[in-house]
């Protein structure tokens, strides 16, 4: 499953940036919706994430600075950032798990997009 994922770029510290990733509208089914990043010195973790009835998760650096929301209608997930530091800085994936209009169970990751934080 392809994802579509933008929003990223160069922002300031203390900047806002909004993402989005968009899943085919074809899926028959779409349960965990998230989004991750890695840089160069660490493994890619977890940002946050949203399940099918919108219950969230997030880690802890990030808490009250970004929001994870999805569009069911649209199986779009966005991931808005606020406040942001150059510790934010890395490239952002998004992940998508759900099933197909085949029914077969999917876990598709998006191009990832560049956030940068910096003055």
């Known amino acids: 499953v392809q994802l579509q994922a933008s929003g990223g770029g160069l922002v300031q510290p203390g900047g806002s940036l909004r993402l989005s990733c968009a899943a085919p509208?074809?899926?028959?089914?779409?349960?965990?919706m998230g989004w991750y990043r890695q840089d160069p010195e660490n493994q890619r973790e977890l940002v946050a994430s949203?399940?099918?009835?919108?219950?969230?998760d997030y880690q802890d650096s990030v808490k009250g600075r970004f929001t994870i929301s999805r569009d069911n209608a649209k199986n779009t997930v966005y991931l808005q950032m606020n406040n942001l530091k150059p510790e934010d800085t890395a490239v952002y994936y998004c992940?998508?798990?759900?099933?197909?209009?085949?029914?077969?169970?999917?876990?598709?990751w998006g191009r990832g997009t560049l956030v940068t934080v910096s003055s």
């Open positions: 992940n998508v798990k759900g099933m197909t209009a085949t029914l077969n169970n999917f876990d598709s």
């Open positions: 509208r074809s899926i028959f089914r779409i349960n965990v």
């Open positions: 949203i399940g099918r009835g919108g219950s969230t």
